[in-house]
């Protein structure tokens, strides 16, 4: 069965602190999306991920993905509260499916 | 305007009766998609099409049924709606400019509620 699983589901942090989201997936691909989505609003694409050791950043946000260990993740520096938000990984494994995560929602408190 | 839209944004219906939400979107995107969200399960796959008339299950299709007579529009129709579809639905479309490069883009999604 195809799983993509996201801890922690929940993160509350304070400004100014760093944290790490993690993105396991059960199926080799070599293919990881990340995306943001605010209170009642669309997905907004962040990263795409497209081989192993692959990092992008973006702002205080860093992602990365080892194959390997199946393993994303997604690094927050000096967190501020505009980063509050729910944050989802995606795994394509067939080449236009996307298994998303359940998700994590991040609050970032002043 | 460019992009992907969705429609209605909001729709209250009742249990039987048949739904169909639409989207619609203007880049040319080959590939379509439906999603729906629910609090636990993230987004889950409910069909999507490769291109005109090429449609395929995901992996939570039963009790939708979709269609794509044109590139731009792929209409999600639940034929006789039931309380366990309230959900947001959300489509995004994708290109294959890359063979591997797949990103998605999402419309705004559709709020049902299912009495």
């Known amino acids: 069965e195809l799983k993509v699983e996201q801890n922690p589901l929940f993160l509350s942090m304070q400004e100014g602190k760093n944290y790490t989201i993690y993105c396991n997936y059960s199926t080799t691909s070599d293919r990881l999306y990340w995306y943001r989505q605010d209170p009642g609003k669309s997905l907004e694409s962040l990263f795409v991920?497209?081989?192993?050791?692959a990092v992008k950043q973006e702002g205080r946000l860093m992602a990365s993905l080892d194959t390997k260990a199946r393993l994303s993740t997604l690094h927050i520096t000096a967190a501020v509260h505009d980063l509050s938000a729910t944050y989802f990984c995606a795994v394509d494994y067939t080449g236009n499916q996307f298994y998303f995560g359940t998700g994590t929602s991040l609050t970032v408190i002043p | 305007d460019a992009g992907i839209t969705q429609s209605p944004r909001y729709k209250i219906t009742e249990t039987g009766r048949q739904v169909t939400l639409m989207c619609h979107q203007t880049?040319?995107?080959?590939?379509m998609f439906w999603y729906r969200q629910d609090l636990g399960h993230g987004l889950r796959l409910i069909y999507y099409s490769a291109a005109a008339d090429i449609t395929d299950k995901g992996e939570v299709p039963d009790g939708y049924v979709v269609s794509r007579s044109k590139t731009e529009n792929f209409p999600l129709t639940l034929e006789s709606a039931t309380r366990s579809q309230t959900s947001v639905y959300f489509c995004?479309?994708?290109?294959?400019?890359?063979?591997?490069?797949?990103?998605?883009?999402f419309g705004p999604g559709t709020r049902l509620t299912v009495l």
């Open positions: 995004a479309s994708s290109d294959q400019v890359a063979f591997f490069y797949n990103e998605q883009f």
């Open positions: 880049w040319s995107h080959s590939y």
């Open positions: 991920l497209l081989s192993n050791g």
